[in-house]
């Protein structure tokens, strides 16, 4: 792990849900962040098991072809407590360097919703603005709060390989440089 430049790590999380079913509790299957290092930006991520009962009967099949993590790499992953440890260390050695951490994410709202339930528990993190809500506004998308990450990365001029889309570390990258260019801009 290269020396943090930047007291800024963005997260993002791959769940057993797509956030539409109300009601439903879903689990994290990978967690992943990104940050920038005296060599570039920096990525860690963990696939994790967040328990059968996400994943019993197939229930978890939809979100998880779209983050295309096999059922069976989750159950034979370490538990979700090991992988919110090993987060949770890390984020704590990039803030000690920067003697203080602000989180973002892209769809913040949906990945803090995850981020703040045990055993991740970054309820107390500090967090910075919503990366989605702050590339729409910044790219004017039609009034609307909502962008997709491809688009918000494609309207910025920042690459975006779909062939990586819905990997946690991939997207924690891509939304790391959407931070870059929305604080180039001064919009954040």
């Known amino acids: 792990m290269g020396e943090a430049l930047h007291g800024v790590a963005v997260v993002d999380v791959e769940t057993t849900g797509l956030g539409e079913a109300v009601g ?25 098991n967040p328990g059968e009962p996400y994943l019993r009967d197939g229930r978890a099949a939809e979100a998880l072809a779209v983050s295309r993590l096999p059922v069976l790499a989750i159950r034979a992953a370490p538990a979700a407590q090991e992988a919110a440890g090993r987060m949770q260390t890390l984020l704590g050695r990039l803030a000690d360097a920067q003697q203080g951490l602000t989180l973002h994410a892209f769809n913040a709202a949906f990945d803090r919703s995850f981020l703040s339930q045990p055993p991740w528990d ?28 491809r688009r918000a990365c494609e309207g910025l001029g920042i690459p975006f390989d779909p062939t990586t889309a819905h990997d946690a570390a991939a997207d924690a990258l891509a939304a790391l440089r959407i931070w870059q260019e929305l604080r180039r801009r001064g919009a954040l």
């Open 24 to 48: 439903r509790l879903d689990g994290i299957v990978q967690v992943g962040i990104a940050w920038l290092s005296a060599t570039g930006p920096q990525a860690w991520s963990m696939v994790c």
């Open 122 to 149: 970054l309820d107390r993190a500090r967090w910075g603005p919503c990366l989605m809500r702050t590339a729409a506004a910044a790219l004017r998308s039609g009034g609307a709060e909502r962008i997709a990450l």
